[in-house]
């Protein structure tokens, strides 16, 4: 028993501190991107998580998967209290430790766990035939190809391990209840295993028993302790993730693109409006400023932490005129692509190589940084201008996001780099921005504009 | 009818010292487009018919900005966005209605940053409330008594602003039969023309969006599809001419239903 202690509070705490590690690594890599104040007006923000988080409203938008889904986050919720419990027992060396300390409630909450996990088990079911048989047409799209599909399924089997777990673990139990009273101490009953647990185990000796019992003890905390470290490197890090990404969503109208103060200043001072027109130009030989976004470090740290909350569901895409109609442009490949690109980023600056340093700087720089950083490559090595340039702004991706993801705002800071900062673009857009500038209309036209008031009457 | 159809201008009215309760902003659309200013047409005649203290910048009103802005061209938008600013605040306007999304977004959502701030109204939501406080009344038995109408929500009144309801009560009180696409409301489809993508051909694709849209509004079965938005309408119009229906289907803004329910000629 003592050995058992000590080697389960060995992996436990090892396994927990690696996956602390590269969790502490997704931060620092959402934190390259620009710095941007998301806190104002607390209380919208804690109604957010409370309804879209934790309520899961906006999943509800499309039924039968929102449902299917529910049963497994209720019952990844509930099973927490049973695995504070495994925690307890496993390092303490204890036996159901709550079991006699909060009376009727023990059989209630692990029925409760049982029947969410039933549910769940049902859900994740449904889920793999969904994926694997019936191949929604969301779930196949061409950025899903390998790893994406593998690791989905990875996940699923997941639960179902942990729900194996359960059921080996309570069956057993119930029945070591009956036949060792002395060391497995009556709990009271339990919705599934009471009836499920003889059922399949009733036959075993205690000797069995004892094996299958502790074998679906150390399949569950096992896989709890497994999915930690798998989370980081997987979609499933949504679990986590939509929390802090739907407080920090924003609350302004969708309709408002994030404003340009440095331009909106060089305008003004330009036109000699406001007090921008008594500001001192800036000196002439200064650097080009870039405007826009080209790679992660000019993105937010919101699109950043939007790419790693994603979960790849795709809902997003599904609602895509652009993709609908056969464009190359895909919300979640948007959001796919910027975690990728972070990922890379992070792993140069993790080996520490001085390749991965600005050359003019190569020599007295000591570290990697995110202003040093260079590594001949950016976003645009990921995502393509016929993406951007297919995007028609008509927020359906924004609304279809369950967990508050906004794949628009990195297209259009991409697109604003590559006319502001590139000078490139669509050739079309040229005469209707000569347009604008020259004329104030859209298009250029001989007629006045209120030549429409004189054919009026 | 022999009605004087009166569009008074900013300056005129500045010179003789009088404010108007709302300005009208037409948009480039609405403006020069040969459709769409059929659209400027009947909102002007509705305000006209209403009463209403109204004027627009004639020459001084330029484009909003929306897709330069949209198209990455930041300072091209703020060039334009700012001179408006200007041209608006000299002439204190304090409440603007335009029956574009475009400019309607752009000024009611990205002005204040620039120092523009306004009562932004969509002139779906003004109709309605000329219809709610008794200025409109929509006549009875009109022409559209028992015609299937449909309604497209564009994505910056619907999705990106949050108005569903306001166009969906005029019609309803067209005494028609009210037929919703597939795709409406939070969920509706756009036509195609956001995003500046109206000034530049499609990127690579199977189909064109507005010819996804149309489809759906033929298997609505409606005969009248009811719009808010000039591109919109072009993209429509467009859609269901290549569908070859253009003579079973009409595209039309809510304003100019009004028109022809009221007989406003």
């Keep these: ?457 | 009818m022999s009605t004087e159809w009166k569009v008074p201008k900013m300056a005129d009215l500045a010179a003789a010292g009088k404010e108007p309760e709302i300005l009208f902003w037409v948009g480039c659309a609405g403006s020069f487009d040969a459709r769409a200013q059929k659209v400027t047409v009947a909102f002007t005649k509705i305000l006209n018919e209403c009463n209403i203290d109204f004027a627009i910048l004639g020459q001084e009103e330029s484009c909003t900005g929306d897709p330069a802005r949209r198209a990455g061209n930041e300072f091209v938008f703020q060039m334009t966005a700012l001179q408006n600013i200007e041209t608006l605040n000299m002439y204190k306007v304090k409440k603007i209605v335009t029956a574009c999304p475009h400019c309607f977004n752009t000024l009611k959502n990205e002005y204040p940053a620039l120092g523009g701030n306004y009562e932004v109204v969509h002139h779906t939501q003004f109709l309605q409330n000329l219809i709610d406080t008794g200025k409109l009344t929509i006549k009875g038995g009109g022409v559209f008594q028992g015609k299937k109408i449909t309604y497209h929500d564009s994505c910056y009144i619907g999705r990106v602003n949050g108005v569903y309801e306001a166009p969906r009560k005029i019609l309803e009180q067209l005494d028609n039969q009210l037929v919703e696409l597939k795709r409406c409301k939070t969920n509706g489809l756009c036509c195609g023309a956001g995003g500046a993508q109206m000034f530049k051909e499609d990127e690579p694709g199977d189909k064109r969006i507005n010819m996804e849209r149309t489809e759906e509004i033929l298997d609505s079965g409606a005969t009248i599809v009811a719009a808010n938005c000039p591109f919109c309408i072009t993209m429509l119009q467009d859609g269901v001419t290549a569908s070859e229906k253009q003579d079973d289907v009409m595209v039309y803004d809510l304003a100019e239903l009004i028109v022809n329910n009221n007989g406003i000629h």
């Excluded at chain 1, 009271?188 to 075993?204: N, Q």
């Excluded at chain 1, 890090?237 to 920090?248: G, K």
């Excluded at chain 1, 909106?264 to 800036?282: C, F, Q, R, T, W």
């Design chain 1, 1 to 457: 028993m003592l050995l058992q202690q000590i080697f389960f509070a060995l992996v436990t705490i090892y396994l927990s501190y690696r996956a602390f590690n590269l969790f502490s690594r997704i931060r620092r890599n959402i934190l390259l991107g620009e710095d941007e104040d998301l806190t104002d007006n607390a209380p919208q923000r804690w109604k957010n998580v409370f309804l879209i988080a934790f309520g899961q409203k906006k999943m509800f938008k499309r039924i039968v998967p929102a449902v299917l889904h529910f049963f497994i986050y209720a019952a990844f919720l509930a099973t927490q209290i049973e695995l504070l419990e495994i925690l307890i027992d496993g390092f303490f060396g204890v036996h159901r430790f709550f079991a006699d300390k909060i009376g009727f409630l023990y059989p209630v909450i692990i029925s409760t766990i049982e029947i969410l996990s039933f549910l769940a088990m049902i859900a994740t079911v449904v889920f793999l035939i969904r994926r694997n048989v019936l191949k929604i047409d969301r779930l196949h799209k061409p950025e899903m190809k390998n790893w994406p599909t593998i690791d989905a399924n990875l996940i699923l089997f997941g639960e179902l391990a942990l729900i194996t777990g359960i059921v080996c673990m309570n069956g057993a139990d119930v029945c070591l209840q009956e036949v060792d009273p002395q060391n497995y101490h009556h709990t009271g009953f339990f919705a599934i295993s009471s009836w499920m647990g003889p059922l399949l185990f009733g036959w075993m000796d205690a000797g069995f028993l004892q094996i299958v019992e502790r074998f679906g003890w150390w399949l569950h905390i096992g896989t709890v302790l497994a999915f930690l470290n798998y989370l980081p490197i997987s979609k499933h890090l949504h679990i986590m993730l939509a929390f802090p990404n739907t407080y920090y969503a924003k609350l302004n109208s969708r309709g408002e693109m994030t404003n340009m103060p440095s331009i909106m200043n060089e305008v003004k001072s330009m036109m000699g409006i406001g007090d921008a027109a008594d500001a001192e130009a800036p000196p002439a030989d200064e650097e080009l400023p870039a405007f826009g976004s080209n790679d992660i470090f000019t993105l937010s740290w919101k699109n950043i932490m939007d790419a790693y909350t994603c979960t790849e569901c795709g809902r997003c895409t599904s609602v895509c005129p652009a993709n609908m109609t056969g464009k190359k442009l895909s919300p979640r490949k948007i959001m796919m692509d910027i975690r990728d690109r972070a990922e890379e980023v992070g792993a140069n600056m993790d080996c520490g190589e001085s390749q991965y340093i600005k050359e003019e700087v190569r020599a007295t720089a000591k570290k990697i940084t995110k202003e040093n950083y260079d590594d001949g490559k950016s976003l645009f090595d990921y995502i393509s201008k016929e993406e951007l340039h297919a995007c028609t702004t008509c927020n359906a991706c924004v609304e279809a996001c369950p967990v508050m993801i906004n794949p628009l705002e990195p297209i259009l800071k991409m697109r604003r780099y590559e006319i502001l900062t590139d000078s490139a673009g669509p050739k079309d857009w040229v005469p209707m921005f000569t347009s604008i500038e020259n004329n104030g209309a859209v298009w250029q036209l001989p007629d006045a504009r209120d030549k429409w008031t004189e054919e009026l009457n």
